[in-house]
Every structure is written in C-alpha cells, then in structure tokens.
C-alpha cells in the first residue's frame, strides 16, 4: 500500500486546516488507518486512528474536541480535519495504515506515508 498525505501549510493560531491522506496498491478498506506527528526534537506520536469502516475512532488526548479523523473507503482517502490550532500542533503529520490491529495508537503500522508539514504561528 503506498501512501501519501498532503494538506499542510503555514495557519494561525486557531485556524484550521484539512490533511488528506490517499492510498493506493492495496484494498483501503481492509486496512485501520492512523495519524502521527513529529515536532521537532521530538519522537513521533499518536493523533489518531479510524477503524475499518470508520464506525471506531480514537484520539490522543492533546487532539480530542479540535481534531476529527475520518475516512472515504469508496475513495480511499482519509482525512483529518484540524480546528482550533495551537502552535504546539506544528509538526509533521504522517499517515499510516494497519491490516491488523495489532495497536492503533502505537508506532506498529504496516505502511507510511511521506508526511505534510502544519506550521501552526501564534
């Protein structure tokens, strides 16, 4: 499965933004799907992950209430859509996928994406 996020960009405080994420080579809708970011100077963490058709979603606790993850298996894109930015989000976000879900909010994901930078200015 390749995979490719895009959507970043320079925003204000309290903007938003909308990350895309599309895959191809492989059957999306078998796959759970995740966001990671990495600021700099700093490992790569969990944002959020969808399941298989969406229904199940998680998110870390820094992100819940501002950001919504969400899925198009027709498509097969996923989203992430970012409201109320802080400058703490500025990272690069990457995005994943895992045909077992053998730990959504860990580093253990089959296929990564490049990542899409959100610089997020106070």
């Known amino acids: 499965v390749q995979l490719q996020a895009s959507g970043g960009g320079p925003v204000q405080a309290g903007g938003s933004l909308r990350l895309s994420c599309a895959a191809s080579g492989g059957v999306f809708r078998l796959y759970y799907m995740g966001w990671f970011r990495q600021a700099p100077g700093k490992e790569r963490e969990f944002v959020a992950a969808?399941?298989?058709?969406?229904?199940?979603?998680y998110y870390s606790d820094p992100v819940k209430g501002r950001f919504t993850i969400s899925r198009d298996n027709a498509k097969n894109m996923m989203y992430l859509q970012m409201n109320t930015l802080k400058p703490e989000d500025t990272a690069v976000y990457y995005c994943?996928?895992?045909?077992?879900?053998?730990?959504?909010?860990?580093?253990?994901?089959?296929?990564w994406g490049q990542g899409t930078l959100v610089t997020v200015s106070s």
């Open positions: 994943a996928a895992q045909r077992v879900p053998t730990g959504l909010a860990t580093n253990v994901y089959d296929y």
């Open positions: 969808i399941g298989r058709n969406g229904t199940i979603r």
